[in-house]
């Protein structure tokens, strides 16, 4: 079997968080223009973060199942006030994804999805995804307030219970 990589065309769109320049697959590495904008791939994940003081989240998103489809639908609809029906051909970021089960409903709808989690929550989400077939979800461990992308990189972006839990909340 192989280790998975990510998508080429998700990884086209990859910038280094410190100096946005454009990164290119090497391997098990994502590069830039220096030593500076290089990145491990884990497991097909791009990694631009360690879990630090988030390692006990990853930890909680990978042991338990929160995943519960109605529900999950019903919640995305009541905190968003977006439609499902609206998400189709949408390229959509979900901003702290833990365990990916609101990237899997916005998946499921028909949107391009990239889900990303400071933590290694990011493995509970993309087996989630994979479990349910969905291959339109590309996933990354970053921190979300320096993001891997360039500008405009979305039509959407969705935080679902996220923000309160970072070291610096107001920032």
């Given at each position: 079997?192989?280790?998975?990589?990510?998508?080429?065309?998700?990884?086209?769109?990859?910038?280094?968080?410190?100096?946005?320049?454009?990164?290119?697959?090497?391997?098990?590495r994502?590069?830039?223009?220096?030593?500076?904008?290089?990145?491990?791939?884990?497991?097909?994940?791009?990694?631009?973060?360690?879990?630090?003081?988030?390692?006990?989240?990853?930890?909680?998103?990978?042991?338990?199942?929160v995943?519960?489809?109605?529900?999950?639908?019903?919640?995305?609809?009541?905190?968003?006030?977006?439609?499902?029906?609206?998400?189709?051909?949408?390229?959509?970021?979900?901003?702290?994804?833990?365990?990916?089960?609101?990237?899997?409903?916005?998946?499921?709808?028909?949107?391009?999805?990239?889900?990303?989690?400071?933590?290694?929550?990011?493995?509970?989400?993309?087996?989630?995804?994979?479990?349910?077939?969905?291959?339109?979800?590309?996933?990354?461990?970053?921190?979300?307030?320096?993001?891997?992308?360039?500008?405009?990189?979305?039509?959407?972006?969705?935080?679902?219970?996220?923000?309160?839990?970072d070291?610096?909340?107001?920032?």
């Amino acid at each position: 079997m192989s280790t998975p990589r990510p998508r080429d065309s998700f990884v086209a769109t990859l910038r280094s968080p410190e100096s946005q320049a454009t990164l290119r697959g090497d391997g098990d590495r994502l590069v830039g223009g220096s030593e500076n904008d290089a990145f491990s791939v884990v497991d097909g994940i791009p990694r631009f973060v360690q879990d630090q003081h988030l390692e006990s989240f990853g930890l909680q998103w990978n042991r338990y199942e929160v995943a519960h489809d109605d529900e999950d639908r019903a919640t995305w609809q009541a905190k968003t006030g977006v439609s499902l029906d609206e998400l189709p051909g949408l390229r959509v970021l979900d901003a702290g994804c833990g365990g990916g089960r609101y990237a899997k409903v916005v998946a499921a709808a028909g949107a391009d999805v990239v889900a990303v989690d400071h933590t290694r929550a990011v493995e509970k989400a993309a087996r989630l995804c994979d479990e349910a077939g969905l291959s339109n979800v590309d996933f990354a461990q970053a921190d979300l307030k320096k993001l891997p992308f360039g500008p405009e990189s979305f039509d959407l972006v969705f935080s679902l219970g996220v923000m309160h839990h970072d070291a610096d909340t107001r920032a």
